[in-house]
């Protein structure tokens, strides 16, 4: 069975950077288009990034030009680079694949931005 399991939140301050960790098993990486998604408190859990096996990403107009994914396919993982944090950041952090979630949600991250 699939699982994927999320790792590297943390409580930061506004401007710091944290590198979010997806490790994926029960499932060949490289067949999905794979993303991070992330729900705020009373809030639709969102996209936030996609990655494609060619290396292309999206990402919401939010955090353009701060996050960055990446994966690694022999390794079964997916990361977030998250730099220039701020408040509105804050949120539990999940991947899941990047056209819909189609794997049961680990348990994700919790990134806090805060002074």
């Known amino acids: 069975q699939v699982q994927l399991e999320e790792s590297g939140g943390g409580l930061v301050q506004p401007g710091d950077s944290l590198r979010l960790s997806c490790a994926a098993s029960g499932m060949i990486l490289n067949r999905y288009v794979m993303g991070w998604y992330r729900q705020a408190p009373g809030e639709q859990r969102e996209l936030v990034a996609s990655?494609?096996?060619?290396?292309?990403?999206n990402y919401v107009e939010s955090v353009k030009g701060r996050f960055a994914i990446s994966r690694d396919n022999a390794k079964k993982m997916v990361y977030l680079q998250m730099n220039s944090l701020k408040s509105e950041d804050t949120a539990v952090y999940y991947c899941?694949?990047?056209?819909?979630?189609?794997?049961?949600w680990g348990q994700g991250t919790q990134v806090t931005v805060s002074s």
């Open positions: 990655i494609n096996n060619a290396g292309g990403t």
């Open positions: 899941n694949t990047g056209l819909g979630p189609r794997f049961p």
